[in-house]
């Protein structure tokens, strides 16, 4: 899954994402959301950007999904 993750923000071959936590937020409005914080961590193993990854799936057939993120820090 992080390689979805990963393509999603355009995280460069030499660096990494690692996962810090996730937040289920609940089923609203026809929508189960899920957040996740991810960061960002280069070659010499530094932390270089985080980010907020937004996984939204309809509850509803036919289940569509979608991906959005933000940089935080």
């Given amino acids: 899954m992080s390689d979805i993750y990963r393509k999603l923000i355009g995280i460069p071959d030499a660096h990494s994402l690692r996962q810090v936590s ?4 609940g089923s ?3 929508q189960d959301t899920d957040v996740y914080i ?3 961590v280069n070659e010499s193993g530094e932390t270089v950007a985080k ?6 799936t ?3 057939p036919p289940f569509n999904a979608s991906l959005s993120y933000s940089k935080i820090q």
């Fill in 58 to 60: 309809s509850i509803h």
């Fill in 51 to 56: 980010y907020e990854v937004e996984s939204s």
């Fill in 28 to 30: 609203r409005r026809g």
């Fill in 22 to 25: 996730v937040n289920w937020k």
């Fill in 38 to 40: 991810f960061e960002e």
